[in-house]
């Protein structure tokens, strides 16, 4: 992954990119870190159904095993974690936490709703919607310190 991202640093650089390793690191780092569990995810799972009452499986979870609840709630926020924690080192444009939690609930949706349409035996819930959203949220806070800066308007030369 490291030589990926160094390789593409060095083409964007070449090409006059602003900011070459930056985002290049932050882009492989970002897929390299969403995909697997994207994948695991879109695995054949044995209990299908769909829950869309807001806060009902974690509710349940609450009252189960701690293992349990640990693993699907830690295994939730992890699932967008890698892009929330990246895109805004990346772009200015998700510095705004409201837009990487739209990005990340979009994303999510998207997700739980191939779980359901693709018949893969998964529970398909508004609840890991709310948790994959709350990680990219998370991660991102964790990274403010080396957020990309925001584009100055209106300071160059009239």
Do not use: K
Request: proline fraction near 8%; glycine fraction near 10%.
């Amino acid at each position: 992954m490291v030589l990926v991202a160094h390789l593409l640093a060095r083409r964007r650089a070449r090409g006059g990119h602003p900011h070459p390793a930056r985002t290049a690191y932050a882009d492989v780092f970002a897929v390299a870190g969403t995909l697997p569990w994207l994948w695991m995810i879109l695995t054949p799972g044995r209990t299908p159904g769909v829950s869309l009452v807001p806060l009902r499986d974690l509710a349940e979870l609450a009252s189960g095993p701690f293992g349990a609840a640990f693993a699907q709630v830690g295994g939730n926020l992890l699932v967008f974690a890698a892009l929330g924690a990246l895109l805004p080192i990346r772009s200015p444009y998700f510095t705004r936490l409201w837009r990487l939690a739209l990005l990340a609930g979009a994303l999510s949706v998207t997700v739980e709703a191939l779980q359901y349409g693709l018949r893969l035996g998964r529970v398909s819930s508004v609840d890991d919607v709310l948790l994959n959203a709350a990680g990219a949220v998370l991660a991102g806070l964790a990274t403010r310190p080396w957020h990309a800066a925001p584009a100055t308007v209106g300071t160059g030369p009239q």
